[in-house]
């Protein structure tokens, strides 16, 4: 089946500790993005990158960096400069305008 | 700061009712986009608008994309209980990075048997 998968489902770090949290799509799509959501708000965007070896800071990058190496696989380090990290996190690709969202990773720090 | 306001925020309404929600924005919008979201899940899409004035349905659902492209609305029809969940809209406003969408805050909707 052709999706989008994130693990793990759920992660617990220490304060202070960086985490990377995993993305894979086997969709061929070009684009992928990170989002964080918490509580009552809508999606923010973390991270993006239209293609291999580029991608650009979304509207909230601060404490985040990522990576994309391959087509298939975009994760993203929540650094220990990130200073709320606990939230949910949210992976999408796309080929055209329509966004396509893998199940999200909670994360938890304390 | 937020460029898009959804509502209403939350719902509460009975089985076999219709719902309407609804985005606006000060922008103009190039494509508008709705989506599902489960708890603890990732939103799903519902439907995709791409032409101004355009009604597009998908089952119960008719979402359409505003005239003046600064509005888009979301009509469920007939109601379920697995409608429940919150129903975001997200949009690409016009000139900005391809890919980059704008979301709304989300309509939480309960349904009561």
């Known amino acids: 089946d052709g999706g989008i998968t994130q693990s793990p489902k759920y992660l617990f770090r220490k304060e202070g500790q960086n985490v990377t949290l995993s993305c894979e799509q086997n969709?061929?799509?070009?684009?992928m993005y990170w989002y964080r959501q918490d509580p009552g708000q809508g999606l923010r965007l973390i991270y993006y990158?239209?293609?291999?070896?580029?991608?650009q800071k979304g509207d909230i990058a601060e404490g985040y960096s990522v990576s994309r190496e391959k087509k298939e696989s975009f994760p993203l380090t929540v650094t220990s400069a990130q200073k709320n990290p606990t939230a949910f996190y949210l992976c999408?690709?796309?080929?055209?305008?329509?966004?396509?969202f893998g199940p999200g990773t909670r994360l938890t720090v304390t | 700061g937020q460029q898009l306001n959804q509502s209403p925020q939350s719902m509460f309404i009975q089985e076999g009712e219709d719902v309407s929600m609804n985005c606006t924005s000060s922008?103009?919008?190039?494509?508008w986009l709705w989506y599902k979201q489960d708890p603890g899940e990732g939103p799903v899409l519902l439907i995709a608008l791409y032409k101004a004035g355009e009604l597009t349905s998908n089952g119960r659902l008719t979402a359409q994309f505003g005239i003046t492209r600064k509005d888009s609305f979301l009509n469920i029809s007939a109601s379920i209980p697995s409608d429940v969940g919150i129903y975001f809209c997200a949009g690409r406003i016009s000139g900005t990075s391809y890919g980059k969408l704008t979301f709304g805050q989300g309509t939480i909707l309960t349904v009561h048997p």
């Open positions: 999408a690709s796309s080929r055209d305008y329509e966004q396509y």
């Open positions: 922008s103009i919008f190039n494509t």
């Open positions: 969709l061929n799509h070009d684009a």
């Open positions: 990158s239209q293609i291999v070896n580029d991608f």
